[in-house]
């Protein structure tokens, strides 16, 4: 496995579990470590480094944990991203940019000390979470709306694992009404840059959903990339078969990972 003139063996375990996109699927994914690499090869590369390969191999993380999906008889997960310099957004999209211009945007870096900073799952940030996931998952036989202490042990686990993890939050009137997580990456040889929009979570009140705030958070994150001098924005696994996830190739150019090969698609 490579990205530029790095190369790196990757050891680690398949898991397979109840797939999250199609209910009568199995998902089959790879999963690895930075301990576990660092313990097998005994290479000097710094965790951010060792990610942006990764990201650049189709990898995602949750947690510590970082997976690539790899399933038998289904190629419906493919990793996208976007070359930030060539994006150019579509009429819609500009209009949803100009209808938010009202909201306030802060951006809040976790500090490599920092495991899981407090502004990361403070009780703000614990409710909306909460509130976002049942509006989602609610009509599911047997869910039930999650307690603060267990939405907080599950936004822990997000923000958690990586020590470049940072939060975009968005506030209407000084109101909480969005937070990305984002994980950032640096190349260890030529120094570029990257990042990964890991989650979004967001107030589901009617005023919010006409907003189109989730179009709006990936705009962004891709003027956040350019700000910061980031080359690619990672926009995690593109499911042309899944309407919640095909949603992604809205945003043009972009580059999927095709046969071990980015591939860029204009149209």
Known sequence: MSSGNLQIAISGQINKSACGYFKDRICSSFLTTYELFRNSVKEELPVSGFYYILLNNGFRRYSDFYYINDCESCSECIPIRIHVNDFKPSKSQRAVWRKNQDIEVSLVKQFPSESCPESFVSDEKCALFRDYDYYHNGGEEGYSKMTLDEAARNLSQMVSGYSDVWNMEYRLDGRLVGVGVLDF??????????????????DTSAETLKRSIGVF?????????????????????????????SYKANYKPFELLLDGR????TS
């Open 185 to 202: 990456a640096e190349d260890a040889v030529s120094g570029k840059k990257a990042l990964s929009s890991n989650y979004f979570y967001y």
């Open 217 to 245: 958070s990936v705009l962004k994150e891709i003027e956040l990339c350019r700000l910061e001098g980031i080359e690619y924005y990672y926009l995690g696994l593109y499911l042309p078969g899944c309407r919640k996830m």
């Open 262 to 265: 980015w591939t860029s698609i």
